[in-house]
C-alpha cells in the first residue's frame, strides 16, 4: 500500500495546455503539501492545506490551482503551462505539525 | 528571513569509508531540523529529526546528526558507508509552532564507490 501516491507519474504536454496531478494519502494525516522541484534539485513549498483549508499559499502564479475535495486528497491544476513550470512536483502529507513529512514518488511535468 | 546552506553540491566516497554531509542554516528562532534522503525517481524519505534534548540523533539506515547551535550546525554522519546509501541528501528546517512549513537546503548527491 503506496501511503502517499501521485498520479501521473509522468506528463510531457505542450506550451499553453492545461492539466492536473492528483495525491492521495491514506495515512489519517490533515495536511497536505505540494512542493515543487526544479531542474537544481531546489524544493520549495508551493501549497499548504490543512483539513481542507489552505493555510500556506506560496508566492506561485495562479495559473496553480489546488484542490482538496477531503482531507485524503489534494489536486493540482496548472492552468496555461509554460516552459519554466518544467519541474518534479511532490505531494506530501503530515499531522498538523508533527514534523516529518510524507512524500509522495513525485510527478514529472516537462512542457514543450 | 530562513535559509539552509548545504555547501557540498557533490560528495564521492569509497564504500565503508566515512561520511560527512555538511549543513547550516539561518532562522530566525530555534527550528526542527531534518535530514531527508531521495533515492533516484523516488520521492523524500525521513533519515532522522531534531526537535530537542540530546544534540545528536540517530536515524535510519545507521545515520546520525549532530546539532550544534553555536555554529547553527546539523551535520550528517555515517561510520562506514554501503554502495545503497548512493542517493541525494537534503537538510530542512520548520518552525517549532505555527505554520507547518519546511525549507530545504539544496541537497548534497553521494555517489558510492567500490
Known amino acids: 500500500d503506496t501511503a502517499v501516491s501521485q498520479t501521473p507519474k509522468y506528463l510531457v504536454t505542450q506550451m499553453g495546455n492545461d492539466k492536473s496531478i492528483k495525491c492521495e494519502q491514506n495515512l489519517g494525516h490533515d495536511t497536505m503539501y505540494w512542493y515543487k522541484q526544479d531542474s537544481k534539485k531546489f524544493l520549495k513549498i508551493m501549497f499548504s492545506y490543512n483539513n481542507k483549508e489552505l493555510i500556506i499559499n506560496e508566492t506561485v502564479p495562479n495559473r496553480f490551482s489546488p484542490k482538496s475535495p477531503d482531507k485524503a486528497h489534494l489536486n493540482l491544476h496548472i492552468n496555461s503551462l509554460e516552459l519554466g513550470d518544467s519541474a518534479v512536483y511532490f505531494c506530501?502529507?503530515?499531522?498538523?505539525?508533527?514534523?516529518?513529512?510524507?512524500f509522495g514518488e513525485g510527478s514529472r511535468l516537462t512542457v514543450l | 528571513a530562513q535559509s539552509v546552506t548545504q555547501p557540498d553540491i557533490h560528495i564521492t566516497v569509497s564504500e565503508g569509508a566515512s561520511l560527512e554531509l555538511r549543513c547550516n542554516y539561518s532562522y530566525g528562532a530555534t527550528p526542527y531540523l531534518f535530514w531527508y534522503v531521495q533515492s533516484p525517481g523516488q520521492g523524500l524519505q525521513l533519515l532522522l529529526k531534531?526537535?530537542?534534548?540530546?544534540?545528536l540523533v540517530q536515524g535510519i539506515k545507521g545515520f546520525e546528526a549532530e546539532f550544534k547551535r553555536s555554529q547553527s550546525s546539523f551535520n550528517l554522519r555515517k561510520p562506514s558507508v554501503h554502495w545503497s546509501d548512493a542517493a541525494e541528501y537534503f537538510c530542512a528546517v520548520g518552525p517549532q509552532t505555527g505554520a507547518n512549513n519546511l525549507f530545504f537546503g539544496t541537497g548534497t548527491r553521494l555517489t558510492v564507490i567500490p
Open positions: 531534531y526537535f530537542s534534548g540530546d544534540t
Open positions: 506530501a502529507s503530515s499531522h498538523v505539525w508533527a514534523g516529518e513529512l510524507f
